[in-house]
């Protein structure tokens, strides 16, 4: 039997929550296109049947789903076309703007978090946010209000993927095509940190890429505004953030949280899509974010050995443990990324390392005479050496004797 547009939304909304891995989810779907037409069953019985969901997680999805329906019928001006995704606080769907005849994205608050002030804060909190910011690679807000007791966000509807779908199906970006987002991203970012916001949550989930290739930087609901100490004061020690990308300070739960944080996090996604895989893993959250604070990175060069040195160092200074040894805007990092894609080599990445040797090993002998020079003034020292340990050697050896024949004349 064919997947119903149920079975394909409630597919969806499992692997959004993280309910089940790609494969288990390809698993079942295959059984139910394979069941017989007498005894036909979902797909979420096929998931519960295989253990790859719980009872109360199909339950807590479809509830979810029932809710946000329920509560986007209710805003008024919209005709709501179907249901887009769902994240651990929000439903978004696909809607049309009747007054102006435009195709928009609703974001719902379920009615379990608008009981919660905190999350109807934050909730607001990110609507207000996102009207400061108007640029071509961030998802433009319209409008954030409340009907029928149920908080709303409309936003631009961003037809296309996000990026983190290509990397669910193990794609592996070409070094250009990844430069080419990154640099979108960047924009992005140097736009958001120049009103003084910093967005916390880059990640792939959050990067939308449109059949044009345009990409938008999406969901800023941990987005701080960078001079609110009240806020930032309330959050310390507390680590806002996804694991896998997430950087040093927002694990510690630094106060002073700036452009940096944002750069980590998008070197973290840029690492992802050169390499295939997160910059750090493990078993669990807390172990993942261990190694972001203690591991080295793996450069990643090193596991896709057909990029160039040139990339590699770019995402290493992004990924820099201490934040001063980052790039210290997004502007500087564009520069670099535009000196790359020219086949130039990263001049501030360098310089972030300091490694003006590695410059002059690029045009051949002053390395060299630089190693020479050390090399000789280390078997110098080590000649001075040999010479004051030889005549101790012989200074008391002259004593010895002295003694031997003093002792010999006396007897």
Same mark, same amino acid.
């Given at each position: 039997?064919?997947?119903?547009?149920?079975?394909?939304?409630?597919?969806?909304?499992?692997?959004?929550?993280?309910?089940?891995?790609?494969?288990?989810?390809?698993?079942?779907?295959?059984?139910?296109?394979?069941?017989?037409?007498?005894?036909?069953?979902?797909?979420?019985?096929?998931?519960?049947?295989?253990?790859?969901?719980?009872?109360?997680?199909?339950?807590?999805?479809?509830?979810?789903?029932?809710?946000?329906?329920?509560?986007?019928?209710?805003?008024?001006?919209?005709?709501?076309?179907?249901?887009?995704?769902?994240?651990?606080?929000?439903?978004?769907?696909?809607?049309?703007?009747?007054?102006?005849?435009?195709?928009?994205?609703?974001?719902?608050?379920?009615?379990?978090?608008?009981?919660?002030?905190?999350?109807?804060?934050?909730?607001?909190?990110?609507?207000?946010?996102?009207?400061?910011?108007?640029?071509?690679?961030?998802?433009?807000?319209?409008?954030?209000?409340?009907?029928?007791?149920?908080?709303?966000?409309?936003?631009?509807?961003?037809?296309?993927?996000?990026?983190?779908?290509?990397?669910?199906?193990?794609?592996?970006?070409?070094?250009?095509?990844?430069?080419?987002?990154?640099?979108?991203?960047?924009?992005?970012?140097?736009?958001?940190?120049?009103? $003084?916001?910093?967005?916390?949550?880059?990640?792939?989930?959050?990067?939308?890429?449109?059949?044009?290739?345009?990409?938008?930087?999406?969901?800023?609901?941990?987005?701080?505004?960078?001079?609110?100490?009240?806020? +930032?004061?309330?959050?310390? $020690?507390?680590?806002?953030?996804?694991?896998?990308?997430?950087?040093?300070?927002?694990?510690?739960?630094?106060?002073?949280?700036?452009?940096?944080?944002?750069?980590?996090?998008?070197?973290?996604?840029?690492?992802?899509?050169?390499?295939?895989?997160?910059?750090?893993?493990?078993?669990?959250?807390?172990?993942?974010?261990?190694?972001?604070?203690?591991?080295?990175?793996?450069?990643?060069?090193?596991?896709?050995?057909?990029?160039? +040195?040139?990339?590699?160092?770019?995402?290493?200074?992004?990924?820099?443990?201490?934040?001063?040894?980052?790039?210290?805007?997004?502007?500087?990092?564009?520069?670099?990324?535009?000196?790359?894609?020219? $086949?130039?080599?990263?001049?501030?990445?360098?310089?972030?390392?300091?490694?003006?040797?590695?410059?002059?090993?690029?045009? $051949?002998?002053?390395?060299?005479?630089?190693?020479?020079?050390?090399?000789?003034?280390?078997?110098?020292?080590?000649?001075?050496?040999?010479?004051?340990?030889?005549?101790?050697?012989?200074?008391?050896?002259?004593?010895?004797?002295?003694?031997?024949?003093?002792?010999?004349?006396?007897?």
């Amino acid at each position: 039997m064919s997947e119903t547009n149920y079975d394909s939304i409630f597919g969806k909304l499992v692997l959004e929550q993280g309910f089940c891995t790609e494969e288990e989810l390809a698993r079942c779907k295959k059984q139910l296109k394979d069941q017989s037409r007498e005894n036909p069953v979902t797909l979420e019985q096929l998931l519960i049947t295989n253990h790859f969901i719980t009872p109360s997680q199909a339950r807590r999805i479809k509830d979810s789903t029932k809710d946000g329906k329920e509560a986007a019928e209710q805003i008024p001006g919209y005709k709501i076309l179907g249901k887009l995704g769902a994240g651990a606080m929000a439903i978004v769907y696909k809607a049309k703007q009747l007054s102006l005849d435009r195709i928009v994205a609703i974001k719902i608050l379920p009615r379990r978090f608008s009981e919660n002030p905190d999350y109807v804060m934050r909730f607001y909190k990110e609507g207000r946010a996102a009207a400061k910011l108007n640029h071509n690679n961030i998802v433009t807000a319209y409008d954030v209000g409340e009907a029928g007791g149920y908080h709303y966000f409309v936003m631009e509807y961003v037809e296309g993927k996000t990026l983190y779908e290509d990397m669910a199906r193990g794609k592996i970006f070409p070094e250009a095509e990844a430069i080419e987002i990154t640099s979108q991203v960047a924009k992005a970012l140097a736009h958001a940190h120049a009103r $003084g916001l910093i967005h916390r949550d880059v990640k792939p989930k959050n990067i939308m890429i449109n059949p044009a290739g345009t990409v938008k930087l999406a969901d800023l609901g941990l987005a701080r505004d960078a001079s609110d100490v009240q806020m +930032a004061k309330s959050e310390a $020690g507390k680590a806002f953030g996804t694991p896998y990308y997430i950087s040093p300070e927002q694990i510690r739960g630094e106060i002073d949280i700036d452009a940096r944080s944002d750069i980590y996090s998008l070197g973290a996604t840029f690492y992802h899509m050169v390499t295939g895989r997160v910059p750090f893993d493990a078993s669990t959250p807390l172990e993942v974010m261990r190694k972001h604070l203690k591991e080295p990175l793996i450069p990643p060069d090193h596991i896709n050995t057909s990029l160039s +040195a040139g990339v590699s160092e770019v995402i290493e200074v992004m990924m820099a443990k201490r934040k001063q040894d980052r790039y210290s805007s997004a502007e500087e990092l564009l520069l670099d990324l535009e000196a790359v894609r020219r $086949g130039e080599p990263p001049l501030r990445a360098r310089k972030k390392f300091d490694l003006g040797e590695l410059e002059q090993l690029q045009q $051949g002998r002053p390395i060299i005479e630089t190693i020479s020079a050390e090399k000789i003034h280390y078997d110098q020292a080590i000649s001075n050496y040999k010479v004051i340990i030889t005549v101790l050697v012989s200074a008391i050896a002259v004593l010895v004797l002295l003694v031997l024949f003093l002792f010999a004349t006396i007897k």
